[in-house]
């Protein structure tokens, strides 16, 4: 009887429990990609109106327990970064399948933040701006990325550099180091680096700038690192703005860090891709100099003004017919080849990627190209159920030559000939001639860059990852230059040689676990944590000669003279990191992270630092009163606030620097002091804080807008000291300076049919003040740089003398000075033009500058259009063009000293023809007559692009084809642009020519 009474009991409450729905049915089944047909783990299956939800296991395989009424109403969702969300009904079902499509459009929506972390852009409370492959438009005429960045990133201004394989400068939200107020290596005038803290794939990139090295390194030129990466590798760019985005990366973050993660292999059928691009450039925007008569008549003008007779003016001016094209004789049209090949594929268990090119650029100038060849490696491997392996490799060879004349050797005189009566070069006198420099001068480097790394994760439980990576940087560059004693450029020293060997090499090593908890439905932690090490070591050997007794073989063993130094260079640096990332319902979250650094570079009695930041972020579009909303389809709130850090300074500066040499008593082995220690030096520190909001309206709009303030507070600068101590300044924690101001990016998708029309515009608005110079450390730089450091000034502010123009009646110019004085250049006694007189006149970078793209797809084609803008800002530029005649004897000027004063009277914008060691007519090199706006619009790029049908593809088995065709630096509108016929920023703002380039090519896929 009690057995039967507990059958019925059992019974009646299962009964309950299934009219209860307590009871959970089972639906079981497999998410794959629906390209490759590969299981995909991770995928978040959801009963939608519910808070049950299942996550697929490593095969693919999930299981989900649903209530009884849920199997014919309900209905689940699949989702997974990276791939388009789909839902089905389960109508009875038990075991449902799902095949989910890549999505490149999801693929917009995360966000690589850093050690490589992916995260969806909605829940990233710091201000990281990202930059597309197809963004970067990787089949221009531009051999570096970090070139191509201009414009594409809001906040983030590229000093373009129109050398080949020369580095830009990279300001992210201003300059947040101050300025080289001498413009020479740390030995002369020791400073912090400017440029932001590059990483690929994990592993930093070594800056090349002036270090510790001796003043018998001074003509070494730095080749640009970046150049070794081939554009068409990268997979996406993520730029960290603010501190909450960059702090884990600690004591080098303070100018913004830049991560570039490069493309892998996938899953499926072996892939093959080759694309050639190929095109022509030519010089634009040249500055127009005098022709050979006009350079006559003025230089017999300044002749007559010095009293000399019109018979001796007239012989020393020199042919009034001769019009050599100096110009025309040392350029070319520029040529652009390369070409990309690559192989991908694998299983779900094992993927690569193998990526080869070949880069040949020509310069527009004779003398001047650019060749790399380039391979990357990348495996992705599954060494068990849960481990994984991933090995990236890729070296690069390249070579560059660099027999630039144009800030150097021109503009020659125009009135004489290039080459003698029996076709020899003619010479010119004190002055090389260009074209046999050319021919008999040597400059060239060659070398290559190796960068890799080796990660190891493995799964210690569901929630806890554990990950290890080690990665090495590798640069190697010989410089190899020779200056024939058949020219003036070496005919002083019977011929002069200098060969400058590099080896920058870098590693670095971190373990990191990784722990994603979840607590309920509501709490979702993600920990990070590990610590680092790494270690920079930089190699240096120099072997100079002169006097070659055979000009053909220019090794150094044929000198009568020679010389030999070297250095060494080393810095270690250990940290520790930790970063929590925390979500409350998903639509509240909070980031703490933070890092302490110890490295040798700084002062003994400075040990180490510690750099930390907080920021929150609100999806106040989850929220009741706008769930329903169909205007918003997002809306975030975020604010942070934290510091990081600068200390690339040099290895030793700290420590101070000896010149170890054979040059004692009885030439024996001495050592000599140049640099003082100071073992305080220190960090400098950011302390940044950022509010911004991102806001997208009826699936058409998205906005993006960050304020921030950034103090830097123990800026890195040069200090003067008691001459009783052997030197005249030391290294140290200078300043304090701000850069406060917003960015912000508009996305407007205008038409989303057949035809599709998107236009994003982003802008940075910044403005930079010194806020304290401490211990009366306020100096000035060198006249020529223009530079000083002040309080209550920017640190890029330009310093000179107000022009006031020119005295009618004597053609002497008039300037300002800083109390506002009136000074003329013909001023009797005392020089009143010392730079101690002189006052801001202008500041070097823009208030506002950013990007316009316009983008258009219709039935396979694409177009796209590039502008760049800055507003604000001025450029000093090069004097020598407009020296009043002060060299015209042996340079040609520009065509403007035509508007030269002659006469009494004359409203003239130039003055009188003057030298002044003749004159005595002062000349102002950092006057505002040399001073123009930088503001500009420029349409940067046109591409044209179209992908045949795949019926057309298939006549030759390929699973695309599409040709393309691209022009660089199309049109430009200056405000401060010149009068018709005369130079202006236009013409003077690159010493070397930019180049209009066109290319056209082809991409094909197997």
């Known amino acids: 009887m009690n057995h039967q009474f507990r059958w019925v009991l059992v019974c009646t409450l299962l009964l309950q429990l299934v009219v209860s729905g307590k009871i959970l049915a089972q639906i079981k089944g497999k998410v794959t990609d629906a390209e490759s047909g590969l299981p995909l783990a991770g995928v978040t299956v959801l009963l939608v109106n519910s808070n049950t939800s299942a996550v697929s296991a490593e095969n693919g395989s999930y299981s989900i327990n649903v209530p009884p009424s849920a199997l014919t109403g309900g209905t689940l969702r699949y989702s997974y970064i990276g791939y388009a969300s789909n839902s089905v009904k389960i109508n009875g079902r038990s075991t449902i399948d799902m095949a989910l499509f890549a999505n490149k459009e999801e693929l917009e929506t995360v ?56 580095s830009v400068k990279i300001n992210i939200r201003g300059q947040n180091s101050l300025t080289n107020l001498t413009g020479t290596s740390v030995l002369s ?25 001796p003043f018998q390194f001074g003509n070494e030129q730095y080749q640009n690192p970046l150049a070794g990466i081939n554009p068409d590798d990268i997979e996406s760019i993520s ?59 003025l230089l017999k003008e300044l002749y007559l003004n010095e009293g000399r007779s019109p018979v001796d003016a007239e012989a020393l001016a020199g042919s009034a017919e001769m019009d050599t094209d100096w ?67 890729a070296p690069s060879i390249t070579r560059m030559n660099a027999l630039t004349v144009y800030s150097e050797l021109t503009p020659i005189v125009p009135n004489i000939p290039a080459y003698n009566a029996d076709s020899t070069y003619y010479t010119i006198a004190g002055v090389p001639n260009p074209l046999a420099v050319l021919n008999q001068n040597i400059n060239y480097a060659e070398g290559g860059t190796l960068n890799g790394n080796v990660r190891l994760d493995h799964q210690l439980l569901p929630n806890l990852r554990l990950s290890g990576n080690l990665g090495t940087d590798l640069l190697i560059n010989k410089q190899n230059l020779f200056l024939s004693s058949l020219n003036a450029t070496g005919s002083n020293f019977g011929g002069r040689a200098q060969i400058f060997d590099r080896t920058n090499f870098s590693w670095i090593a971190f373990t990191q676990l990784n722990w994603s908890p979840k607590i309920g439905d509501d709490h979702a932690f993600d920990l990070l944590g590990g610590v680092e090490a790494q270690s920079q070591q930089t190699k240096l050997l120099r072997g100079s000669g002169s006097g070659f007794t055979y000009y053909r073989l220019n090794e150094l063993s044929n000198a009568s003279q020679q010389s030999a130094s070297s250095s060494r260079q080393k810095n270690n640096a250990w940290s520790g990191y930790m970063q929590t990332a925390y979500k409350f319902k998903g639509k509240y979250f909070a980031n703490i992270s933070g890092r302490v650094d110890a490295a040798s570079v700084l002062g003994t009695d400075v040990r180490s630092t510690l750099n930390a930041a907080i920021g929150v972020g609100w999806l106040v579009h989850k929220e009741a009163f706008l769930a329903n909303s169909k205007a918003v389809d997002i809306l975030q709130m975020r604010a942070s606030y934290g510091t990081t850090g600068n200390s690339r300074i040099g290895s030793y500066e700290a420590r101070g620097l000896y010149n170890i040499g054979s040059n004692g008593y009885n030439r024996q082995s001495s050592s000599d002091p140049v640099s003082l220690p100071n073992a305080n030096l220190g960090w400098e520190k950011a302390y940044k804080t950022n509010l911004g909001f991102t806001l997208g309206l009826w699936k058409m709009v998205n906005l993006t807008f960050d304020w ?65 110079v401490k211990n009366g450390g306020e100096r000035l730089g060198t006249s020529d740089n223009a530079s000083a ?187 401060d642009d ?5 130079n202006g920023i236009r013409q003077y703002r690159f010493s070397f020519p930019e180049a209009q380039s066109i290319t056209g090519g082809v991409k094909i896929n197997w």
């Open 327 to 393: 110009f025309g004789l040392t350029n070319r049209t520029g040529y652009f080849q390369n070409y990309d090949v690559e192989l991908s594929g694998g299983s779900a268990n094992s993927t690569y990627r193998i990526a080869a090119s070949f880069l040949d650029q020509q310069s527009i100038q004779l003398g001047n190209d650019f060749k790399k060849a380039y391979f990357r490696l990348r495996l992705d491997n599954k060494l068990g159920k849960h481990t994984n392996l991933t090995v990236s490799l």
């Open 789 to 975: 450091l002040k309080a209550g000034a920017s640190t890029t502010a330009i310093y000179g003398f107000r022009w006031l123009g020119v005295d009618p009646q004597t053609g002497v110019e008039i300037f300002a000075d800083k109390d506002g004085k009136t000074i003329r250049a013909d001023q009797p006694g005392d020089n009143p033009f010392v730079f101690a007189n002189a006052y801001q006149i202008g500041d070097r970078l823009p208030l506002l500058q950013g990007g316009i793209t316009q983008s258009l797809a219709y039935a396979g084609f694409t177009f796209s259009l590039l502008f760049t803008y800055n507003a604000g800002g001025e450029v000093l530029v090069n004097y020598r063009n407009e020296w009043n005649g002060n060299n015209l004897d042996n340079r040609n000027q520009s065509v403007n000293l035509l508007d030269r004063w002659q006469a009494p009277g004359d409203i003239a914008s130039l003055p009188k023809l003057s030298r002044q060691a003749l004159s005595g007519i002062r000349f102002v090199p950092t006057s505002s007559r040399n001073l123009y706006s930088g503001t500009y619009i420029k349409l940067n790029n046109v591409s044209l692009g179209y992908k045949l049908p795949d019926d057309w593809s298939g006549v030759i088995k390929a699973t695309a084809v599409s040709a393309f065709i691209n022009m660089s630096n199309i049109w430009y509108w200056y405000q």
């Open 708 to 772: 921030y303030n950034s103090i830097t507070d123990d800026a890195i600068s040069s200090i003067e000291v008691p001459y009783e101590t052997g030197f005249t300044t030391v290294l140290a924690n200078t300043a304090k300076m701000r850069n406060r101001g917003w960015d912000a990016s508009l996305n407007i998708k205008l038409m989303d049919s057949k035809l599709k029309w998107s236009m994003t515009l982003n802008a940075g608005f910044n403005k930079n003040e010194v806020l304290e």
């Open 189 to 213: 005038g020791a400073f912090a680096s400017t440029q932001p803290l590059y990483v690929i794939d994990g592993v930093p990139i070594t800056e090349q700038r002036p270090g510790d090295e």
């Open 239 to 297: 730029i960290l703005k603010d501190a909450a985005a960059a702090a884990v990366y600690g004591s080098n973050a303070s100018n913004g860090v830049i991560i570039i993660t490069t493309k892998k292999g996938k899953a499926g059928k072996t892939r093959f891709t080759f694309s050639v691009n190929t095109g022509i450039s030519n010089p634009i925007n040249r500055i127009r100099w005098l022709s050979g008569p006009e350079y006559h008549t």
């Open 111 to 166: 966000v690589v933040s850093g050690y490589g972390k992916v995260t969806r852009r909605e829940e990233v409370v710091g201000s990281i701006a990202t930059v597309s492959a197809e963004q970067l438009q990787t089949d221009r005429a531009i051999e570096s990325f970090d070139k191509m960045l201009e414009g594409l990133a809001a906040g983030v201004q590229v000093e373009t550099n129109t050398e080949l394989g020369r």
């Open 978 to 982: 010149a009068p018709d016929g005369r």
